[in-house]
């Protein structure tokens, strides 16, 4: 039996989640259709927008997507603001979006410079986008910090949600919010923008109260609505992830591996980033693979570029250490056996690779 352990990629589609998506099937019809079935289409839609906002804790407008890439578009292209600043280290789908954004440096911790940021934003009144998360390190961002200096600005701040939703509330000091689908249990294709108000946004027309073209994707929104529903705090047990710090960790010392958490001013439990001694990253995942377990290295968008993580660069690792790093992330499916197997792996792997080197 393989384990998979990738979750910040993507995670199981619930079976909550598989069941309505069934449903909103079998009832299908386009919502934007005058006719009786689009009239009930239209209701089952707004009834599932509204779910989504309730389990979110969202109080303000949901606008749903095909997914956080369209809703950062959305979001940084279409925001009433200023200049446009992105942390160092955000998701390459943001970075893309806004090429010629100004860039935050964050500290060797993971950490936005706070310092920075107020220089940056001091009377612009900017846009700017920052992750709580990030996918490929697990630094959680300290928001309410942040929200501070960017209001203080008089600027908007947008908030990358797709790897904590689900997992923690959405930051309330939030003016747009990014949330994905498939990275909590939904279907994949499914997303949402979270606004504050709709005055923040520019709209283009069309669908979803003109902020958004295409018809609407009925059966992904019940889907979504049904997996945010099924989340639960905590998402993961802790007994479930102890065996890192109890098994692994320990023996990551001996041997001379890193664990980036250790480095993070506030690191994420479902994300972890390994250094393994010796054995190069890429080496790791074909390794891991041919003994069951699907792990990555860093960012799906980006782990099959031959270039350094822009992540790991943006916090100063040397690059030597950057290479030998594997992502392990965990979801609502993850057993502590799965866990404690690839714990076992790991150590089995570090020690061979160390006996080989002496």
């Given at each position: 039996?393989?384990i998979?352990?990738?979750?910040?990629?993507?995670t199981?589609?619930?079976?909550e989640?598989r069941?309505?998506?069934a449903?909103?099937?079998?009832?299908?019809a386009?919502?934007s259709?005058p006719h009786g079935?689009?009239?009930?289409?239209?209701?089952l839609?707004?009834d599932?927008?509204a779910?989504?906002?309730k389990?979110l804790?969202?109080?303000?407008?949901?606008?749903?997507?095909?997914?956080?890439s369209?809703?950062?578009q959305i979001a940084?292209t279409?925001?009433k603001?200023?200049?446009?600043?992105?942390?160092a280290?955000?998701h390459e789908a943001?970075?893309?979006?806004l090429?010629?954004?100004e860039v935050?440096p964050?500290?060797?911790?993971?950490?936005?410079?706070?310092?920075?940021l107020?220089?940056a934003v001091d009377?612009?009144?900017?846009?700017?986008?920052?992750?709580?998360?990030?996918?490929e390190?697990?630094a959680?961002?300290?928001?309410a910090a942040?929200?501070a200096v960017?209001?203080g600005?008089g600027?908007?701040l947008v908030v990358d949600?797709?790897?904590s939703?689900?997992?923690?509330?959405i930051?309330?000091?939030?003016d747009l919010?990014?949330?994905?689908?498939?990275?909590l249990?939904?279907?994949?294709?499914?997303?949402?923008?979270?606004v504050?108000?709709f005055?923040?946004?520019?709209?283009?027309?069309g669908?979803?109260?003109?902020?958004?073209?295409?018809?609407?994707?009925?059966?992904?929104?019940?889907?979504?609505?049904?997996?945010l529903e099924?989340?639960?705090q905590p998402?993961?047990d802790?007994?479930?992830?102890?065996?890192i710090?109890?098994?692994?960790?320990?023996a990551m010392?001996?041997l001379?591996?890193?664990?980036l958490?250790?480095?993070?001013?506030?690191?994420s439990?479902?994300?972890?980033a390994l250094?393994?001694?010796?054995?190069?990253?890429?080496?790791?995942?074909m390794?891991?693979?041919m003994?069951?377990?699907?792990?990555?290295?860093g960012?799906?968008?980006?782990?099959?570029?031959?270039?350094?993580?822009?992540?790991?660069?943006?916090?100063?690792?040397?690059?030597?250490?950057?290479?030998?790093i594997?992502r392990?992330?965990?979801?609502?499916?993850?057993?502590?056996a799965?866990?404690e197997?690839f714990?076992?792996?790991w150590?089995?792997?570090?020690e061979?690779?160390r006996?080989?080197?002496?």
């Amino acid at each position: 039996m393989r384990i998979y352990l990738d979750h910040a990629a993507t995670t199981p589609v619930r079976p909550e989640a598989r069941a309505a998506v069934a449903d909103g099937l079998a009832q299908w019809a386009n919502p934007s259709s005058p006719h009786g079935e689009g009239r009930a289409a239209r209701a089952l839609l707004e009834d599932a927008r509204a779910r989504i906002g309730k389990a979110l804790g969202w109080t303000g407008e949901v606008i749903l997507t095909s997914g956080a890439s369209e809703s950062a578009q959305i979001a940084l292209t279409r925001a009433k603001g200023g200049a446009r600043l992105v942390s160092a280290v955000e998701h390459e789908a943001v970075l893309r979006v806004l090429p010629d954004a100004e860039v935050l440096p964050v500290r060797p911790d993971g950490a936005l410079d706070l310092e920075v940021l107020a220089e940056a934003v001091d009377g612009r009144a900017p846009v700017v986008a920052v992750q709580v998360v990030n996918s490929e390190t697990g630094a959680v961002q300290d928001m309410a910090a942040i929200a501070a200096v960017v209001h203080g600005a008089g600027g908007l701040l947008v908030v990358d949600a797709a790897q904590s939703a689900g997992k923690w509330p959405i930051p309330p000091e939030a003016d747009l919010a990014i949330v994905s689908a498939h990275k909590l249990g939904g279907p994949p294709g499914i997303g949402a923008l979270l606004v504050r108000d709709f005055a923040m946004l520019e709209p283009i027309g069309g669908q979803e109260r003109g902020y958004r073209r295409g018809t609407e994707n009925l059966p992904g929104a019940l889907g979504f609505a049904a997996a945010l529903e099924a989340c639960a705090q905590p998402y993961c047990d802790p007994e479930v992830l102890a065996p890192i710090g109890a098994l692994l960790a320990p023996a990551m010392a001996e041997l001379g591996g890193v664990r980036l958490a250790e480095r993070l001013a506030n690191p994420s439990p479902y994300i972890e980033a390994l250094a393994m001694p010796v054995v190069s990253g890429s080496a790791q995942l074909m390794r891991f693979d041919m003994a069951g377990f699907a792990v990555s290295q860093g960012s799906a968008c980006s782990s099959g570029s031959l270039k350094q993580s822009h992540v790991l660069e943006a916090m100063g690792l040397d690059p030597a250490l950057a290479s030998r790093i594997i992502r392990v992330s965990f979801g609502w499916s993850t057993t502590r056996a799965e866990v404690e197997a690839f714990c076992a792996a790991w150590i089995a792997m570090a020690e061979e690779a160390r006996a080989r080197a002496a």
